[in-house]
Structure formats: structure tokens, C-alpha cells
């Protein structure tokens, strides 16, 4: 009986010490990571519903390549960093620091350069309509979104855009904090274009050509968002504008005449004032009570649907109104 007391007392003492060994064991791989990481953690993505379709994006992602500078002046303004801008061409001068050395150059806005694009190893590429045609060339290098503007529902658009960043970027308070600081900023202009009963006319001046630009067209959110009465209500909405010539202009005859320099935003050789302020419009109530505003161009023609920028042109139609 003694023996067999012994025995049963042995044991259940080797019992012990093996699950002692088994608990410290797995306390051991828990600390060492030898457990099977936790899935829910370890995909640390978000999906993005853009233009294009559908991209799973990695939250803060790094060696981010931009194309669009409304998108680029929202992640300077945020202290996003980003990797690689489109250089080759014009880069508004406050985004001036992204065209130095210190930045990839990664083309231009309508011909990327796929192999710099590649060295970057970037894991998000952002493009808006200018690169929507090589979407699935992009795709292959990294994952891709497209955040450009539709005019037509601009400010829909644009806070869409936004949010997707703030998602991405886990930027969503600051976000919202600009975004309503904007939105007081429209409805105070908007109150003041109807109370001011003036009629506003938008012409792009190229060189020696004008085009006119009416609502949900490419600078449709003066008279869509901003309040601004259309002076000729029959503009052709589109991304180029309707052609016209400046004995059109005076036949609208508009209190404010809005314009869009883009020889001044590319580099062209006939500024817009050469242009404009002819005989004929110098007919207009627009010259003659000094109200033709020449927009500015890099907010209103190179970038254009960021938070720089669109807090600038809400204040252009500001200052135009006073």
C-alpha cells in the first residue's frame, strides 16, 4: 500500500510540472510571437470607393506618389508627407518646396514617368482625370485611387474626397474642422452675392482665345456653391468651355467679369489683361465700374479641390463681391 501511495504521490507531482512547463511555454510564444497573429490587426487596410472602382488602401501609407495638386496642397496642409509629384510642367508656387530635389519627379500631370514612379516603391498612388486613362497601368505598381472633382456636385465631391483622405490618413478631425470653417465661409459669400443682385460672367482667356464657363462646368462653383447670378444662363456645360468672342461678352454685358488666366498658369505669351480689356469690353458695365477680377490661376486652373485651395477661391469671390 505504501508503494502504491508513492506512486500515485509521484504522479501527480510529474502532472504538475508538465502543465507548469505547458502554461510557461505558451506564455514564452505569447511574448516571442510565436502565436498566430491576430488577423483583425494585421490587415490594417481601409476600402476605397473612387471614380475607378474599388481599391483596399494601407492606412498611413508610405512613399506616397501625387498627381493631383489639390489633393497635394490638402496633404502638405495636413503634414502628410508624400514622395513623388508630377514636376515636369508647372507647380504652383505655394506647392513650391515639391518642386525641389528633395521630392521625385515623377513626370508630368499628362505623361507619368512609370519607371520613377516604380523606383519610389510608393504604397499609394492618388491621380484625378488627367491619369484616369492609365489606371490599371498605375494599379500594377501600387495601390490606386482616383480623387479628382466633379464639377457638377463640386462641394459633394470634394468633402467625398476629403473624408477619403482623412480615412486614409486617420486625418478625420482635421478634416471636419476645415471643412466647416469652409462651409461658413460659402454661406456667408452666397448671402452676399444674392443681396449684392450682381451677374457674373467666367471666361477662360488662352492666348488669343476666350471660352465662357457657366454652372456645373469646370468653375461652375461660383454660380452652383457661391451664389454668383449667371449673366448668360444658356452656357454649354464642359470641362473646355463654350467658344465665344468678346462682342459675345458685351452682348451679356455682366456686372462682374470673371477670369481665368491659363497662359499665366502654363506659361503662355499673351497675359490676360492684353486680351480682355479691348474696345469692346471696355463697353461693358463690368470695365467700366472696375470689376473685372482676373481669378487666380493656380488655385482656379492648376490646382483647385483642396483645402488650400478651395478656401482661396470661396475668398476670390469674396473679395470680388465687395
Known amino acids: 500500500m505504501k508503494k502504491l501511495g508513492l506512486l500515485l504521490i509521484t504522479s501527480l507531482l510529474l502532472f504538475i510540472i508538465a502543465a507548469c512547463g505547458s502554461a510557461e511555454e505558451g506564455e514564452q510564444n505569447a511574448n516571442t510571437g510565436n502565436e498566430a497573429p ?11 470607393k473612387h471614380e475607378l472602382g474599388e481599391t ?6 508610405e512613399n506616397v506618389v501625387v498627381f493631383d495638386f489639390g489633393i497635394l496642397d490638402t496633404l502638405d496642409k495636413l503634414g502628410i508627407n508624400v514622395a513623388g509629384v508630377a514636376q515636369a510642367g508647372t507647380v504652383p508656387s505655394y506647392l513650391e518646396k515639391y518642386a525641389s530635389d528633395d521630392y521625385t519627379n515623377i513626370g508630368s500631370l499628362k505623361e507619368p514617368d512609370l519607371e520613377a514612379i516604380s523606383s519610389v516603391d510608393p504604397e499609394l498612388i492618388i491621380i484625378s482625370g488627367r491619369q484616369a486613362e492609365m489606371y490599371e497601368e498605375f494599379s500594377k505598381i501600387a495601390p490606386t485611387i482616383h480623387l479628382g472633382v466633379d464639377t457638377t456636385r ?8 476629403m473624408a477619403i483622405i482623412g480615412e486614409v490618413f486617420d486625418k478625420q478631425e482635421e478634416i471636419d474642422a476645415e471643412i466647416a470653417t469652409i462651409e461658413e465661409s460659402i454661406a456667408a459669400v452666397s448671402e452676399k452675392a444674392t443681396d449684392s443682385g450682381e451677374k457674373g460672367l467666367i471666361i477662360l482667356a488662352n492666348d488669343d482665345k476666350i471660352s465662357a464657363y457657366g454652372a456645373n462646368s469646370r468653375f461652375g462653383i461660383i454660380h452652383d456653391v457661391l451664389g454668383v447670378a449667371q ?9 473646355h468651355g463654350m467658344n465665344v468672342t468678346f462682342e459675345y461678352v458685351v452682348e451679356q454685358d455682366p456686372d462682374i467679369l470673371y477670369v481665368v488666366d491659363r497662359a499665366a498658369a502654363v506659361g503662355g505669351e499673351t497675359s490676360a489683361p492684353q486680351l480682355v480689356e479691348n474696345e469692346l469690353v471696355e463697353n461693358t458695365k463690368a470695365f467700366k465700374n472696375d470689376k473685372i477680377v482676373y481669378l487666380n490661376p493656380e488655385y482656379w486652373y492648376l490646382s483647385g479641390g483642396g483645402l488650400v ?7 476670390d469671390i469674396d473679395d470680388s463681391l465687395n
Do not use: G, L, R
Open 38 to 48: 491576430n488577423t483583425e490587426e494585421a490587415s490594417d487596410t481601409v476600402t476605397v
Open 56 to 61: 483596399d488602401v494601407p492606412v498611413n501609407p
Open 154 to 161: 463640386y462641394m459633394e465631391s470634394f468633402k467625398e474626397n
Open 231 to 239: 449673366a448668360d444662363e444658356n452656357i454649354e456645360a464642359s470641362t
Open 309 to 315: 485651395s478651395v478656401a482661396q477661391m470661396v475668398q
